[in-house]
Nanobody, 125 residues
Framework: VQLQASGGGLVQAGGSPRLSCTAS????????MGWFRQAPGKDREFVSA????????PYTDSIEDRFTISGDNAKKTVYLQMNSLKPEDTAIYYC???????????????????WGQGTQVTVSS
């Protein structure tokens, strides 16, 4: 499985970029896709994830309802709409996917076997 993310870059505080990630090379009918992020000097943290049926979309608390995840099963693509960005949102954002992650465990990074290379998001104040 290959994950290709796009949409990162330099953004001003308050900006609203959208990240996209497309999966290829698999035939799984059901799978979860999501996002983790890693800021400089910090551990990689969960951002959000969406199951294939679209009904499970937990967010980490630090997001404060500013981000919205969505998915397009036909395109095998997950999106992360980020609004009201803050400098503390600066990080490398990693797309993840796995066909076997269970609901309730979407925020555990070791549950994901497939990771994208990451896309840098830098928020300037």
């Amino acid at each position: 499985v290959q994950l290709q993310a796009s949409g990162g870059g330099l953004v001003q505080a308050g900006g609203s970029p959208r990240l996209s990630c497309t999966a290829s090379g698999h035939t799984y009918r059901t799978y979860t896709m999501g996002w983790f992020r890693q800021a400089p000097g910090k551990d990689r943290e969960f951002v959000s994830a969406i199951a294939w049926h679209g009904t499970s979309t937990p967010y980490t608390d630090s997001i404060e309802d500013r981000f919205t995840i969505s998915g397009d099963n036909a395109k095998k693509t997950v999106y992360l709409q980020m609004n009201s960005l803050k400098p503390e949102d600066t990080a490398i954002y990693y797309c993840v996917a796995d066909p076997y992650v269970k609901r309730g465990n979407l925020d555990i990074k070791n549950n994901y076997n497939y990771w994208g290379q990451g896309t840098q998001v830098t928020v300037s104040s």
